[in-house]
């Protein structure tokens, strides 16, 4: 029987300064992670995907754009609330959870959502743009 091979971003990133070594803090990064597979990845990335690459626009695809866009910006506010108080999502520094939470956040506009009206987003974006080997979604 052949092996699956998976990418488990957590055993990729342990040793590394990505991950922090205590339980608590990566249960804190799972959490983050999680979050962002499930409350912010569908909502942001498939309005992204859909507008960038000009999926064809039918009345059912509006309404599920709408409702897609509503539930991307109830999780833009969640990120919103918690980076106010944070400079990153857990231990105040830069681990895989932002890595995951940046990619599709960064070229959300590009899905017809405001990031204006997000200051600490913004702030946050910036800071991960500043990593060594920063590296965004697009280029060019």
């Given at each position: 029987?052949?092996t699956?091979?998976?990418?488990d971003p957590v055993?990729?990133?342990?040793?590394?300064?990505?991950?922090?070594?205590g339980?608590?803090?990566k249960?804190?990064?799972?959490?983050?992670?999680?979050?962002e597979?499930?409350?912010?990845?569908?909502?942001?990335?498939?309005?992204?995907?859909?507008?960038?690459?000009?999926?064809?626009?039918?009345?059912?695809?509006?309404?599920?754009?709408?409702?897609?866009?509503?539930?991307?910006?109830?999780?833009?506010?969640?990120m919103?609330?918690h980076?106010?108080?944070?400079?990153?999502?857990?231990?105040?520094?830069?681990?895989?959870?932002?890595i995951?939470?940046y990619?599709?956040?960064?070229v959300?506009?590009?899905?017809?959502?405001?990031?204006?009206?997000f200051?600490?987003?913004g702030?946050?974006?910036?800071l991960v743009?500043?990593?060594?080997?920063?590296?965004?979604?697009?280029?060019?």
């Open positions: 029987m052949p699956r091979v998976g990418c055993l990729l990133a342990e040793g590394t300064p990505y991950l922090p070594s339980r608590f803090e249960a804190r990064v799972l959490r983050w992670m999680f979050f597979q499930y409350s912010h990845e569908p909502y942001i990335a498939v309005p992204r995907a859909w507008v960038h690459f000009g999926v064809e626009t039918t009345e059912e695809r509006t309404k599920v754009l709408e409702e897609k866009r509503r539930l991307g910006y109830a999780a833009l506010e969640v919103e609330e980076l106010s108080e944070n400079d990153f999502f857990v231990a105040n520094r830069y681990t895989i959870a932002d995951a939470l990619a599709y956040t960064h959300a506009g590009e899905g017809g959502f405001d990031l204006s009206r200051p600490a987003i702030a946050w974006m910036e743009r500043a990593q060594p080997r920063h590296v965004p979604i697009t280029q060019g």
